[in-house]
């Protein structure tokens, strides 16, 4: 399962919920959480931007979830899955 999917799935979202939240029509979320079809870089920041994670994570590129600028430096932010 792609990490689009299961962000959505964790949080009892379905596709036409996230269409009003994204502006993304729902076949279009669901052709990119089939692999059917890939995002625009924008796309992928949007989408990290609705689940309030990092675009990396979201790729698939990185394991941590989000980073926090402190000082001009990345931190990584642990987040606890329950």
Do not use: C, H
């Not at 993304?24 to 949007?46: A, G, R, V």
């Not at 979201?58 to 987040?79: M, P, Y």
């Amino acid at each position: 399962m792609n990490r689009l999917k299961e962000l959505r799935l964790e949080r009892g979202l379905t596709l036409k919920y996230m269409q009003l939240g994204t502006g993304i029509n729902f076949t279009t979320l669901s052709k990119y959480e089939n692999n059917i079809q890939q995002p625009k870089l924008e796309t992928w920041e949007l989408l990290a931007d609705y689940f309030d994670v990092d675009p990396e994570y979201l790729v698939g590129w990185s394991d941590v979830k989000r980073k926090e600028l402190i000082s001009g430096t990345a931190k990584n932010v642990q987040q606890k899955s329950d």
